[in-house]
């Protein structure tokens, strides 16, 4: 998606040859009209999939799935990190390693919202080792929907998620693909 | 705003005389559909209010922050409520305590972000007490920007939030004001 690759490169910042920072239009500040592009090539891309519910993680994937969720006419549902009182009865559970944040920490949805009718479109903002969409995959599965396919916005292909992914038979599509990060630059493949 | 309200009465749950359950729409599961036409009624009541940001607070005000941003055509920033390590320098910060997680946390913004030019507009699903918004005015204002008005999706009338912050000079527009919770039903203002 060439609108997504010149927003990384003139907004993106390289921290070191692992990390890259979008906190400008992703992560912390959103562009509300590249996420509806964002939102409307994920839809274009999944149209056929018979999509019913779109699963992603909070925070910053929420941006994208409710834009797709918008374009596909299907329920967005965010994993929650954090324990609260309103989410608390039958919930499906797994664990998660974040390098980012350098916790290991408990994903949750509620059953309510999840069942073996449901096919699903998992979404995320990165894609690095896969640790989040395994985790992701995990919840799903023991809810015993099927997974049509994974959504991602920026993929650090020099990382191992999307080969583990694609080994396991999951469809993965990514929007940028980030083939390495030297020099202060990002490189993409394409 | 009727829709809003009408959702609440189907598909909200009614836990206590304090506390309501919206997991099917906003806090967990996420009505896509609802969420474009509220971003479009915050649009529409603070259209004329110069708004050059707006500024809500993970997780569950993304979503209806980045429909207004959407309409409006500014961006969205939502502070964090747990660190990074892509959000680590600059960092403007308030504490807030929240009553339905019952835990004090620190929520940030960057200063990166927002400036004295900015006139902001605040987006949050909930305000009850208020406490999560006074965090927020209070780094808004350390920012030096200035703040045009608070929009919120669910105000719990019987709270003080409204009543503070409309003494401190703040505008506040709730798209559905919850008058009361009683025997497991929800009692609007109107």
Do not use: C, W
Not at 18 to 43: C, R, S, T
Not at 48 to 56: E, F, H, K, L, Y
């Amino acid at each position: 998606m060439e609108q997504l690759k010149q927003k990384i490169r003139s907004e993106g910042i390289v921290l070191s040859d692992k990390v890259l920072k979008v906190d400008a239009f992703l992560n912390h500040q959103i562009d509300p009209h590249l996420m509806q592009q964002i939102g409307h090539e994920f839809a274009r891309r999944f149209r056929d999939a018979g999509i019913t519910r779109i699963v992603t993680i909070e925070a910053s994937g929420i941006a994208p799935a409710v834009m797709a969720g918008l374009e596909l006419g299907v329920p967005v549902i965010f994993a929650r990190k954090h324990q609260s009182l309103t989410l608390n009865d039958n919930l499906l559970t797994a664990s998660v390693y974040s390098f980012t944040k350098q916790v290991e920490s408990t994903i949750a949805i509620s059953t309510q919202h999840l069942s073996s009718a449901d096919r699903v479109l998992i979404i995320d903002d990165f894609l690095a080792n896969g640790k989040a969409a395994q985790g992701l995959i995990e919840i799903i599965r023991k809810a015993g929907a099927s997974i049509a396919g994974l959504g991602i916005v920026i993929e650090k292909s020099f990382q191992a998620g999307r080969r583990e992914l694609e080994n396991a038979g999951y469809r993965v599509e990514s929007l940028a693909r980030v083939q390495a990060l030297r020099d202060g630059q990002v490189f993409f493949i394409d």
